[in-house]
């Protein structure tokens, strides 16, 4: 069987004023191959102005078996959104 | 481009009841699944199978068309004819990167390719013998796989999901283009017409059969359908393919080559359709097995490429290793001189 080629996640940004943003992922020896391929792959339609390669080993991610403990005390502290505190109508728009 | 009758998908599972009524609740909710999820491992298999054959698929079907690039008859034609092959490539890589994503390998699905294992879409074991065949292919066979492709887009593994959203914006162009090329041999010559009419004849079956089987048949679609990998019948996306390609036929003043095709008011819940005649399935059974006209030249054409492509592999691997050990030299020296 082959050698395994190295995988790299793909960020494309569409546009100056909007952040990259994960399209895919390619295999390529190096990194300047990895960004060739990305443009010939993921930017044939003026998809973006900006291209990130990063090997995908070098990404460390939040496990989704615990997705419920880790992000579990976001649902609970209500008093962090806006709409907990009780303003009069009189005081306008805040 | 591909065909939606999945060849050997087997959806047999072996967790527990409880393990299995969670993952359909996550799917009945339409959550998507995404890669490091827990799910059963019938459902990932499907999806290996399903997704490489459909990479397979797109790989494959670059080389009848690959085949009419250099006898293109004008500028315009080989520049769009060139795009189209070259995204069918992209879509393929899109779909490769999908199914890695479940823990398959590219070098797994690349071998299994190239022994014959993996199954591809049997609409590219047919020759492309004429220039009418192009147009032909980017027609109905786009067309077929447009149909298929617009409900994965709503599939519930969402690499295989995102990946469809990508290839469907882009195939547009491709069933548009062999509409294009029909419509100007329809419009042409006597002769011109006659090539046209004869593409027809001979891509109509293999086209309508890339839905697959009969449901009766799908041994496995059930299965499919309530994990939301599949969304409609085979034989429903066969009846709205045809049911939007006949009137473009009739546009076109060719007539598909199915002698027993009419209108029936009583398909489609009552608002009518196209009712087709029988479908040769020992015809479509002979060419997945590996009977039809062109499967040894695709995987002799396959191995070709990869055979020969080796030691463009080799050496850009040799020169990233290259690089890697100079930078470390560099910076094992940068450190010795600091100090």
Same mark, same amino acid.
Not at chain 1, 87 to 92: A, K, L, N, R, T
Not at chain 2, 77 to 104: F, M, N, P
Not at chain 2, 123 to 132: D, G, K
Not at chain 2, 326 to 331: H, L, N, T
């Given at each position: 069987m082959a050698?395994?080629?190295?995988?790299?996640?793909?960020?494309?940004?569409?546009?100056?004023?909007?952040?990259?943003?994960?399209?895919?992922?390619?295999?390529?020896? !190096?990194?300047?191959?990895?960004?060739?391929?990305?443009?010939?792959?993921?930017?044939?339609?003026?998809?973006?102005?900006?291209?990130?390669?990063?090997?995908? !080993?070098?990404?460390?991610?939040?496990?989704?078996?615990?997705?419920?403990?880790?992000?579990?005390?976001?649902?609970?502290?209500?008093?962090?959104?806006?709409?907990?505190?009780?303003?009069?109508?009189?005081?306008?728009?805040? | 481009m591909y065909s939606q009758g999945l060849i050997g998908a087997d959806g047999r599972t072996e967790e527990d009841e409880a393990f299995l009524a969670a993952f359909q609740a996550r799917i009945d909710a339409e959550e998507k699944i995404e890669p490091k999820d827990a799910m059963p491992e019938g459902y990932r298999k499907t999806l290996v199978r399903q997704i490489g054959q459909h990479a397979h698929s797109e790989i494959v079907g670059m080389l009848p068309e690959g085949n009419w690039i250099t006898r293109a008859p004008s500028l315009r034609r080989k520049a769009a004819l060139l795009a189209k092959v070259q995204d069918e490539g992209g879509h393929g890589?899109?779909?490769?990167?999908?199914?890695?994503?479940?823990?398959?390998?590219?070098e797994q699905m690349t071998e299994e390719l190239l022994s014959g294992k993996a199954k591809y879409s049997s609409i590219f074991n047919y020759p492309t013998l004429t220039w009418a065949d192009i147009g032909t292919i980017?027609?109905?066979?786009?067309?077929?796989?447009?149909?298929?492709?617009?409900?994965?887009?709503?599939?519930?593994?969402?690499?295989?999901?995102?990946?469809?959203?990508?290839?469907?914006?882009?195939?547009?162009?491709?069933?548009?283009?062999?509409?294009?090329?029909?419509?100007?041999?329809?419009?042409?010559?006597?002769?011109?017409?006659?090539?046209?009419?004869?593409?027809?004849?001979?891509?109509?079956w293999p086209s309508i059969m890339m839905f697959g089987p009969h449901?009766?048949?799908?041994?496995?679609?059930?299965?499919?359908?309530?994990?939301?990998?599949?969304?409609?019948?085979?034989?429903?996306?066969?009846?709205?393919?045809?049911?939007?390609?006949?009137?473009?036929?009739?546009f076109l003043g060719l007539k598909v080559p199915d002698p027993d095709m009419a209108w029936d008011e009583s398909l489609n819940d009552g608002k009518g359709g196209y009712r087709h005649g029988p479908i040769d399935w020992d015809e479509f059974w002979r060419v997945v097995k590996g009977g039809g006209v062109?499967?040894?030249?695709?995987?002799?054409?396959?191995?070709?490429?990869?055979?020969?492509?080796?030691?463009?592999?080799?050496?850009?691997?040799?020169?990233?290793?290259?690089?890697?050990?100079?930078?470390?030299?560099?910076?094992?020296?940068g450190k010795v001189a600091a100090e």
């Amino acid at each position: 069987m082959a050698e395994a080629t190295r995988l790299w996640e793909v960020f494309i940004r569409p546009r100056n004023g909007l952040s990259h943003r994960h399209v895919g992922s390619l295999h390529a020896a !190096d990194e300047v191959l990895a960004l060739q391929a990305a443009r010939d792959v993921y930017t044939r339609r003026g998809e973006g102005t900006s291209i990130w390669v990063i090997p995908s !080993d070098a990404i460390t991610a939040s496990d989704p078996d615990h997705a419920a403990e880790m992000f579990d005390p976001t649902a609970d502290k209500i008093y962090r959104h806006p709409t907990f505190y009780d303003i009069p109508e009189d005081v306008g728009h805040m | 481009m591909y065909s939606q009758g999945l060849i050997g998908a087997d959806g047999r599972t072996e967790e527990d009841e409880a393990f299995l009524a969670a993952f359909q609740a996550r799917i009945d909710a339409e959550e998507k699944i995404e890669p490091k999820d827990a799910m059963p491992e019938g459902y990932r298999k499907t999806l290996v199978r399903q997704i490489g054959q459909h990479a397979h698929s797109e790989i494959v079907g670059m080389l009848p068309e690959g085949n009419w690039i250099t006898r293109a008859p004008s500028l315009r034609r080989k520049a769009a004819l060139l795009a189209k092959v070259q995204d069918e490539g992209g879509h393929g890589l899109y779909l490769y990167s999908a199914a890695e994503t479940l823990g398959v390998t590219r070098e797994q699905m690349t071998e299994e390719l190239l022994s014959g294992k993996a199954k591809y879409s049997s609409i590219f074991n047919y020759p492309t013998l004429t220039w009418a065949d192009i147009g032909t292919i980017g027609w109905l066979v786009d067309g077929a796989a447009i149909m298929n492709q617009i409900p994965l887009c709503r599939c519930s593994y969402g690499p295989y999901a995102r990946a469809m959203i990508r290839v469907c914006k882009e195939e547009s162009f491709h069933q548009r283009q062999g509409y294009e090329i029909v419509m100007t041999l329809a419009r042409g010559t006597e002769a011109q017409k006659a090539m046209a009419q004869d593409a027809l004849n001979r891509w109509w079956w293999p086209s309508i059969m890339m839905f697959g089987p009969h449901d009766a048949e799908s041994a496995h679609s059930e299965q499919s359908m309530a994990w939301k990998i599949k969304r409609f019948s085979n034989d429903a996306l066969r009846q709205k393919f045809i049911d939007a390609t006949v009137p473009q036929a009739e546009f076109l003043g060719l007539k598909v080559p199915d002698p027993d095709m009419a209108w029936d008011e009583s398909l489609n819940d009552g608002k009518g359709g196209y009712r087709h005649g029988p479908i040769d399935w020992d015809e479509f059974w002979r060419v997945v097995k590996g009977g039809g006209v062109m499967n040894r030249d695709r995987i002799k054409a396959r191995r070709k490429a990869w055979d020969e492509g080796a030691w463009v592999r080799e050496a850009a691997q040799a020169h990233a290793e290259k690089r890697a050990a100079r930078r470390a030299g560099e910076d094992a020296g940068g450190k010795v001189a600091a100090e």
